[in-house]
């Protein structure tokens, strides 16, 4: 998730003081695609071992630029160089931070993190901190971000026993993903460990030089960006594995590797028992649920909320499927049934055999990383990385872009996957402020003109997602992309609202024909002339997202071509093996990671009497999962309003939630009230 990274030379190392702010100046910038929301930095030097720290809620590019930080990185090494030249050992740790837990504005959130005579960076989510801090009540709670727990738990074991034991020991107590980097005031030597595999490390013991980063593709540009072409070479790259330890010493720059004990990956089960015993996670202010204004102005918006059931329930639905009269292209034959269910075809799945022959043909042998897996944290991407590395024995590297709408719950989620499968994630983070401020004007230009066919403009930033996948499987070298794509999840009436008529493509839920491209390039520049309002900043991010969805090709591997998408065993198997966090303002596991669907299914359901649940469970009766009552029971309580999850996101881009919600109830509905 956030970008850590780390320099440890000697005197005997050929960095002199311009180098250093090159590699420096090189790994902040690689590292801030994983986290914009804040970046820092701890050095501490031979000459003087009190550990300096400098952090900020700044992306590193700003950091880097800023005279404070100039000045922090002068005075910090000034003992550490004579006339450019390093005299003595120094050790740096940093970090380009995605704010998970708490908030970046509070400077001691940020990281690194400082604590109990240990400063520290960590990169991924500890998901059952809460309960840590109940069962150790020794231990003091001063912030909220989860390192803090961390470093203070290592603290403590270190006064009783090895560095090694410590940490191994820190990694036992929690559950979810951590890599970490740590300064402490109890030893000169630099601590790294991790239970995903997200470190990478250049070691040269002849440069006297030891980096480290979370990607090897930021070492690898590191190295071919910068002077240290001259003096190391790429085979000098190596990968810390999941459940592997490193201390390095600094005055003569060596490094100890070991194993976090051969069972730290089954040892999350005492954890997890606890989680379920105390169940206090819980990210709300106390103040809510003691406020009486408060209470009352959340019901107050809350009421401002439609459910028309009752009406919705009167229009007709097909006889076979749930779709009703106001789907877009939808005709009834003379027995009530729908055009969609008239040219269905059910899933030919290509079947077990094929798909373990062809996991057999990527595998590497050796275990080093075979393929890239697109990662949302909702429960299919969930489940199928499990799949992956448990049934299938590949090696997958984990895969997620942030655009701003992946929720706390959906990271939490992938912290809990990644963290006992022991899998490498790598989160690309867009410049969320920018992005979230482009759905805004979005949204608010949308609130002009209300058309149906226009919602998917709300979730255009999401799309670089296909690019970023092809830039990864190529720099980490990897033999296939896999998706996780449910093809159930169709949903051709936001291009049917439109006008276009419905499209089935047998690969994938992303296929239109080239003349329908057209048509729909014609349709969305009609709806710009009719309301300029969406001629705003984020007209060429929509455009690119344009282009990425549908006019570049996309070969990627479909896991759920192969292996039937079974809806009872992928939710037991991720409750049940990984305490898979659900959502509370829903029952429902599909979306609940998703910061817009809560959101735009709100305004599907309000106006035109379905959403994507609707689609989805006609599918599933189709394929003849379940029965049409028990689908028409499970729509009738999935497409109940989420306030919650709608009030987060207009939250988070800033519009107001009575306006907003108030514009989308005065839309004409396409059914009597």
């Not at 809620?57 to 630029?65: K, T, V």
């Not at 990694?171 to 970490?180: D, L, N, Q, R, T």
């Not at 990968?239 to 490094?255: F, Q, R, T, Y």
């Not at 035109?608 to 649940?613: K, L, N, R, T």
């Amino acid at each position: 998730m956030c970008g850590i990274f780390g320099i440890v030379a000697n005197h005997k190392s050929l960095i002199d003081s311009s180098l250093l702010n090159e590699i420096l100046d090189e790994l902040f910038v690689l590292s801030e695609s994983r986290g914009k929301e804040s970046s820092g930095i701890a050095i501490r030097s031979e000459k003087d071992l009190n550990i300096k720290v400098l952090k900020n809620s700044i992306s590193a590019s700003e950091l880097i630029r800023s005279k404070k930080y100039k000045n922090f990185l002068s005075e910090a090494t000034a003992s550490s160089f004579d006339k450019g030249k390093l005299i003595s050992s120094l050790s740096i740790i940093a970090h380009a931070r995605l704010v998970t837990n708490g908030n970046q504005e509070n400077n001691d959130n940020n990281q690194p993190v400082i604590k109990n005579g240990a400063v520290g960076v960590h990169n991924g989510i500890i998901v059952n901190v809460d309960t840590l801090w109940w069962n150790h009540k020794e231990l003091r709670r001063e912030y909220e971000v989860d390192t803090e727990f961390f470093l203070d738990f290592f603290q403590r074991e270190l006064k009783h026993t090895s560095i090694q034991s410590a940490l191994s020991l820190s990694f036992k107590e929690i559950f979810g993903a951590a890599s970490v980097a740590i300064f402490s005031e109890n030893s000169k030597r630099l601590v790294l460990g991790t239970n995903t595999g997200s470190l990478y490390y250049i070691y040269d013991k002849t440069a006297s030089l030891f980096i480290f980063s979370s990607e090897k593709f930021i070492l690898q540009t590191l190295v071919l960006n910068t002077k240290l072409k001259k003096m190391i070479s790429l085979s000098s790259i190596h990968w810390m594995k999941a459940g592997s330890a490193c201390l390095v010493d600094p005055e003569k720059v060596e490094i100890d590797l070991f194993s976090l004990n051969d069972d730290l990956l089954q040892s999350i089960e005492t954890s997890r028992e606890q989680q379920r015993k105390y169940k206090i996670i819980n990210t709300t202010p106390r103040e809510f649920f003691s406020n009486p204004s408060i209470l009352s102005n959340v019901k107050h918006l809350e009421n401002k909320l439609e459910f028309n059931l009752k009406s919705i329930s009167k229009l007709k639905r097909c006889n076979k499927c749930l779709l009703p009269e106001t789907f877009p292209f939808l005709i009834f034959d003379e027995k009530g049934v729908c055009s969609y269910c008239n040219g269905y075809e059910k899933q030919n799945y290509l079947g077990l055999d094929r798909l373990h022959q062809y996991a057999d043909q990527i595998r590497n042998k050796n275990g080093d990383p075979d393929c890239l897996v697109a990662f949302s944290g909702g429960r299919d991407s969930s489940y199928s990385l499990h799949y992956i590395k448990k049934i299938l024995n590949l090696n997958p590297i984990a895969y997620t872009y942030d655009w701003g709408m992946v929720t706390d719950l959906a990271r939490r989620n992938q912290a809990r996957i990644c963290g006992k499968l022991g899998i490498e994630h790598i989160l690309v983070s867009a410049d969320i402020k920018k992005k979230r401020n482009y759905i805004r004007k979005n949204v608010s230009a949308w609130l002009q003109r209300p058309r149906l066919g226009t919602i998917p403009l709300f979730m255009a930033g999401d799309k670089q997602f296909f690019y970023y996948a092809y830039h990864l499987r190529k720099v980490n070298n990897l033999k296939e992309t896999i998706l996780c794509e449910n093809m159930l999840e169709r949903t051709n009436f936001k291009s049917g609202f439109c006008g276009i008529a419905p499209h089935f493509d047998d690969k994938h839920n992303f296929g239109l024909s080239t003349p329908k491209k057209l048509q729909m390039l014609m349709y969305y520049g009609k709806e710009f002339l009719l309301n300029p309002s969406y001629l705003n900043s984020s007209i060429w991010d929509s455009t690119k997202a344009f282009f990425t969805y549908y006019v570049t090709p996309h070969s990627y591997f479909n896991l759920f071509d192969y292996l039937p998408w079974e809806e009872e065993i992928i939710e037991k198997t991720l409750i049940e093996e990984y305490d898979w966090e659900l959502s509370p303002d829903t029952k429902t596991t599909w979306r609940i990671g998703d910061g817009t669907a809560a959101f735009y299914n709100y305004i599907y359901y309000t106006v035109s009497g379905f959403s994507e649940f609707d689609t989805f469970r006609s599918n599933q009766i189709r394929e003849g999962m379940m029965s049409r009552e028990e689908a028409l029971d499970k729509v009738n309580e999935e497409n109940f309003p989420r306030f919650e999850s709608i009030q987060w996101y207009l939250s988070t881009i800033g519009l107001d939630f009575e306006k907003t919600i108030s514009i989308i109830n005065s839309i004409p509905k396409l059914y009597q009230i």
